[in-house]
């Protein structure tokens, strides 16, 4: 069971203690989550919050204002997690700056999955190459997951999508969809053994996303902002995908392309989705 600690102004935990998860998050040197730091998973909000306590990822702590510890009642109920309560002002005194959604969670990281175990269940995979930045890589974790994509690889140059930026921009889904991450030889080398068409988004594609739709498994692979994949991706490629657009527009934001190019591929897992 939840074991619940109210927090008053002048009765704040001295260190070590759980809460020093949430210190100072403004200060990059002190954050928890930034590469080479503790390593922790931070989550934002009643709704992140719930996607993380559902996830792989094993709950360490909360802290928030009565009402929103209240909403996360059921999803406590039985976890062996602590619940510092206490009010906005203190709240933003130990965090280091007011947050709006009144409850922040953190957890320790799952081990990652079997990459070869992932795309044996798996029927459509998202590939991202050089997508360095936080919010469009949370922008493409929660649209993969909402269009049927199964799991996301991670090829050299990305940023760790379990970056509090990304974890919030993705609406907890980057702690529901499934990714693994590696150098291209191994990532193509699995995809290859278990039967994967690979289809390279470029403006200077030839054929649309729809032609793949029929194919049983599909990867999609998509680059960076500004210089999209690199040689060594294209040449790994089966076909170039290009998406459809009128004259004088080059092309999309990559979030974007991801979710035009998700939706056109389809798949099972979509069905019935509401």
Not at 161 to 179: A, C, N, T
């Amino acid at each position: 069971m939840a074991r619940i600690v109210e927090l008053g102004a002048g009765g704040l935990p001295e260190p070590p203690s759980l809460l020093d998860d949430f210190r100072d998050l403004s200060r990059a040197d002190r954050r928890p989550d930034r590469p080479g730091g503790r390593g922790l998973v931070l989550a934002e909000g009643t709704v992140v919050v719930r996607r993380l306590l559902a996830s792989p990822y094993p709950p360490r702590a909360l802290l928030g204002v009565p009402r929103r510890i209240a909403e996360l009642g059921a999803e406590l109920d039985g976890l062996d997690v602590t619940a510092f309560v206490t009010d906005a002002d203190t709240m933003a005194g130990v965090v280091g700056f007011h947050l709006n959604r009144g409850v922040l969670a953190s957890a320790d990281r799952a081990p990652a999955p079997d990459l070869d175990a992932v795309l044996a269940t798996a029927t459509r995979v998202a590939v991202l190459e050089g997508v360095n930045d936080h919010e469009n890589l949370g922008s493409l974790f929660r649209n993969a997951s909402a269009l049927g994509v199964d799991a996301v690889l991670l090829a050299p140059g990305c940023a760790d999508p379990l970056y509090r930026r990304s974890v919030r921009v993705s609406m907890g889904h980057v702690l529901r969809v499934p990714f693994v991450a590696g150098p291209w030889e191994a990532l193509t080398g699995a995809l290859r053994r278990h039967g994967y068409v690979l289809g390279a988004l470029t403006p200077s594609g030839d054929v649309g996303p729809s032609t793949l739709a029929d194919a049983d498994r599909v990867a999609l692979l998509l680059g960076a902002e500004g210089p999209g994949l690199s040689d060594e991706a294209l040449a790994l490629s089966d076909h170039r995908v290009r998406i459809p657009m009128v004259p004088g527009v080059d092309s999309l934001n990559v979030a974007t392309a991801g979710a035009v190019a998700f939706h056109a591929v389809g798949s099972p897992s979509t069905a019935g989705r509401g």
